[in-house]
């Protein structure tokens, strides 16, 4: 069974950092491309970063650029986001989705903002 499990949300103050992880099991961790991305309320699912397999290549969505750091560890089947100084903005429900060569989601870990 594929399972994607992000974990590690919380609440933090603006200017605050958290970071969340996902832990990956049923498929090959370290053969798929990877990505984060979030939905806030009542907004659109929004793309925040991606990683290739031997964590190379990333990209990141310019409104997280210089602040989000994503990574991975093959080894441990795990995908990481490394978010600093956090915004009220940033607030949403964040997944880890497997994006090639196939399309996994997993349940998403809530960041919450706020002062």
């Known amino acids: 069974e594929v399972q994607l499990q992000a974990f590690g949300g919380g609440l933090v103050q603006p200017g605050g950092s958290l970071r969340v992880s996902c832990a990956a099991s049923?498929?090959?961790?370290?053969?798929?491309?990877m990505s984060w991305l979030r939905q806030a309320p009542g907004k659109k699912l929004e793309w925040v970063s991606c990683?290739?397999?031997?964590?190379?290549?990333?990209d990141y969505a310019d409104s997280v650029k210089a602040r989000f750091t994503i990574s991975r560890h093959n080894a441990k089947n795990t995908l990481y986001l490394q978010m600093n100084s956090l915004k009220p903005e940033d607030r949403a429900l964040h997944y880890c989705?497997?994006?090639?060569?196939?399309?996994?989601w997993g349940q998403g870990t809530l960041v919450t903002v706020s002062s």
């Open positions: 989705v497997g994006i090639w060569p196939q399309r996994l």
């Open positions: 990683i290739n397999i031997d964590g190379d290549i990333i």
């Open positions: 049923g498929f090959t961790f370290g053969r798929t491309f």
